[in-house]
Each structure stands twice: as C-alpha cells, then as structure tokens.
C-alpha cells in the first residue's frame, strides 16, 4: 500500500435458524404484528398502537466513528436531544450544562416535572467519565413507542473525554441490564422502565447502516434502526441465529473460534472469552484479548498479499493510504466469528468482509484514500462493536435471555453483500464451556479493595524511601519508559 500517515487513536466508548422459528408477518394500517410460531422470537402484536415497527425504520443517525444516536424529548415542555445508543451500559444520561463539544443540553431548570433524587452518579468508560445528579422526569421518543414515560436521568454536570470534537449526540442510551446501573443496580435502566409502563414486549433490535462508508466524514452521516418491542422483517435477509446471552449484566455472549480467510486461530476457546466476551453498540471496534488480537493480525499478514505492512498500521496509530480511487480490500481475508447456538451442541458463524474492518476515513489531502484498522487489543474482554454490528441486523431478545443475528439489509456496497452466515456447525471439537463468566460485582468490590490496601501500602513504602537517606542509590537515577503509567493506560 501507499504512504503511511500518523493519527492519534482512539473510539467512543469511551457497533438454517436454529432453533429459531420462523415469522409470520401480518401488515395491517395501525401496527405490524408478528406472531410467532411457539419456538420463535415473541415479538409485538399490538392493537392499541403503542408500537408500530415500521414508525421506528430509520430513526437513528450517526456513524461507527462517532456512534448512532436517537432524538429524544425530554422534561416539560420537552427539550430535544440526540442520545447516543448504547448496549455496553445501563444509565440514561444526559448533559446538563454547558460543553465545549456539544451545541445544546438539558437544562433542568426549565422542566417543570424534573425532580432531583439528591443522589451524585459517576460513570467510566472505556473512553471517558461523566460525574453529575440523579433526577426523574419524563421522555418521549417521536420515531419510538407511543407514550411518555418517567425516567430515571443522570444530569451529566461534569465530563473528562466523553464528549468529543465532530458528535451530534448530548447524551448516552445505556441498554443494558440493571446490574451495570450506577451508582446501583437500584436505578432502573430506561428500556426496563419502557417495558414496566408500556407494557411492549421486553425485546429490542438494532441495525447500524455505516457499513464500508467514511468514519468521521462530515458528509457521510448515514444511520439506522432502534426497533423497540421487536424486530422489523424488512430490516434484515433471510433467518435469524440465535446465541445465548450467558450473563444479563452486559450483553455477554460465548464464542467459540475465530477464522482468518479458512484459517482458525487454533486458541483454547477460552482464549475468546477472557474475562468477557460481549456486543456493545457503543464501542466503535471489534475489540479483542491481547493473544487473540496478535494471532489474528498474524494471520491476516500470512494470508494477505502484503509482504511488508507497518506495525503502527495494526495497532491504530497509523492510515494506510492509497492513491485516490483505490482499495486494499483485495488485499485482506473475511473474518469470521463461531458463536455457540441455543442448540449448545452446534455452533454458527457471522462472517464479516474486510470492507467492514478495513475503514475508509476521511480524505486526509484530496490525492489520497486512507483506512485505518477496525480491530483492537483489549485487557478486559473481546467486545464486539459497531466493526461487526454493522453488518448484521442484532435482535436483543431479553425475555429469552439470547442475541439474534441475521444479515442487515443495508450491509450491502456496489450490490456485494458485506457480510455472511452460516451454520449450524458442531461444537464437538470445543469445551462444553468456553466462558468462565464474570466476576460477580460484590466479589469486584472486595477485590479492589484489596488491590487499594496494596497499593496503599507500597505508597506508604515509597515515601519513606522518599524521606529516608538512600544509602545504596542507582546508578543514574532513571525512570525507564517501561514504568511508565502514560505507556500503559487503559485507551
């Protein structure tokens, strides 16, 4: 490939059924009601219109780059913002004052049914923090299910790295479940309380359109589909594939091998799934454990026709850059990904094409296309992020506790289908469990209050060598860069 051209990293954070069933589908002028075949997805068959699916069809707008978010009104009279959708949390937050980054916030003081809780709420993410308040008042969602509801709001007050240059969204959508909620699992994670007051089918579905089009451009915005209460037929081709959701905090799920072009990794499966492994819509790649992601990009070296290829490339510090017009596409084997079926014995494969993990990015000076590399090392789990979501239409079936994958309508370029999957396969040749599962959150708790006493005492230990006379002293004195803290934080 061409020139190599520097870049800072970094993403939002902070993308035969079996034992499916199939639908059948029934348009009438209020709703769409889909009806089950008893093994299926249970989805929305509603006369009162509280959901009509094809209402929600496009309402959401964004890009992996910058994330897909849904206007929202909030508070009385209502004040409309744009709010990021996000699988890999559980609080509904918004900014509450004034930020560089962004153009308008929720101003409390102008709802007359806010209600400060008195309670302070603080959340981090993989990229960025928010501190502020929490507070209840009402939502309504103009392309989401009828109806105001009362919602518990964290008042975003202050941010570090959480709201970034070139975003249109003011706040974040956490949908996950309420474990994960902060300060606690006591405060009611939005989609729940849609569920409790609405009373819609405890399902949601996603499908993010930024398949194989510019990260970042201002001009290449394009969006997707929040389907509240089940899934929408004309949003996805052919069956859905279902995975169990191992662990209701994160949307945690097991997988069982990965594949470069025809090659597997040949890892443990467990490898996979070191401490997580989980779909989020609101991490920007497909983020994998550190062995994964060096034998992965391994074998993409081995079976790709580049014969030198620079390290910064994989390791997102550095654009690959052609001369305008071209790909390196050609270049780069599909990737694929075995998830274990709700059959556990069989296994199926979401395949993504590398039009999907090799990212055009905006122009850099007009003579040139440049890419970047969709995939990360992660320390704390594999996450499967916008790189992959994008090419699959995902049904977050929470009343039968599993993920549903099928092709995305709109995971198509120049007419080729940017993705693909297969199965059933058997899970024979791998461990009946790959998932260790997580750590439980109170046993998360003593252990960092361990790690905290340790800490506290090795400081306690640096400063009197600080205030004791150093008799036998070093050599020269220096802080090497492999103690660096700078060189090992959390991106």
């Not at 075949?37 to 009162?48: K, R």
Request: aromatic share 10%; proline share 4%; glycine share 10%.
């Amino acid at each position: 490939l061409g020139a190599l051209v520097r870049v800072d990293g970094g993403e939002i954070s902070r993308w035969k059924s079996i034992d499916s069933g199939q639908f059948s589908v029934t348009h009438t002028a209020e709703a769409l009601a889909l009806k089950s075949d008893g093994s299926g997805l249970s989805l929305a068959s509603d006369p009162t219109g509280t959901v009509n699916f094809l209402d929600m069809v496009n309402n959401l707008q964004g890009d992996s780059g910058r994330g897909y978010y849904i206007e929202m009104s909030i508070g009385t009279p209502g004040q409309k913002l744009n709010i990021l959708v996000d699988t890999g949390s559980s609080n509904f937050a918004v900014a509450a004052a004034p930020h560089q980054f962004i153009t308008h916030y929720f101003n409390t003081a102008l709802s007359s049914t806010y209600r400060s809780t008195g309670r302070t709420v603080a959340v981090r993410y993989t990229q960025g923090n928010w501190e502020g308040e929490l507070g209840i008042d009402s939502v309504s969602i103009p392309r989401g299910p009828n109806g105001t509801i009362n919602i518990n709001i964290a008042a975003i007050l202050s941010s570090d790295g959480f709201f970034l240059p070139g975003i249109n969204w003011q706040g974040i959508l956490g949908l996950a479940y309420p474990v994960l909620a902060r300060p606690d699992s006591s405060v009611e994670p939005f989609f729940n309380s849609v569920v409790r007051q609405l009373g819609i089918p405890d399902v949601f579905s996603l499908q993010m359109c930024g398949a194989g089009l510019s990260a970042g451009s201002e001009t290449d915005t394009t969006g997707g589909s929040l389907i509240m209460g089940g899934a929408e037929p004309s949003l996805y081709r052919g069956s859905v594939w279902y995975t169990p959701i191992i662990e209701e905090w994160y949307y945690q799920v097991e997988v069982l091998k990965l594949e470069v072009g025809d090659q597997n990794l040949n890892l443990d499966c467990r490898e996979y799934n070191m401490d997580k492994a989980i779909v989020d819509s609101g991490t920007t790649l497909l983020r994998l454990p550190v062995n994964v992601f060096n034998a992965l990009v391994e074998a993409i070296i081995r079976s790709s026709l580049i014969e030198e290829f620079s390290s910064g490339f994989w390791e997102g510090t550095k654009l690959a850059c052609l001369m305008k017009g071209e790909n390196p596409w050609r270049f780069f084997p599909k990737l694929s990904i075995y998830l274990r079926a709700t059959n556990t014995s069989e296994s199926f494969r979401v395949t993504i094409l590398p039009q999907l993990y090799i990212q055009p990015i905006t122009d850099v000076d007009g003579t040139l296309d440049c890419f970047r590399f969709g995939v990360s090392s992660s320390t704390n789990g594999m996450v499967i992020g916008a790189t992959v979501m994008e090419g699959f239409y995902v049904v977050f079936d929470r009343t039968q506790r599993r993920l549903g994958f099928a092709l995305s309508s709109c995971a198509v370029s120049d007419g080729v289908a940017l993705s693909e999957i297969e199965g059933p396969f058997s899970a024979a040749d791998v461990a009946a469990d790959c998932s260790g599962g997580p750590l439980k959150e109170p046993l998360v708790w003593m252990i960092s209050y361990a790690l905290m006493a340790v800490c506290a005492l090795a400081l306690l230990i640096l400063l009197l060598m600080l205030i004791l006379p150093c008799r036998c002293g070093n050599r020269n004195g220096e802080i090497t860069d492999e103690s660096s803290l700078v060189r090992h934080r959390i991106k």
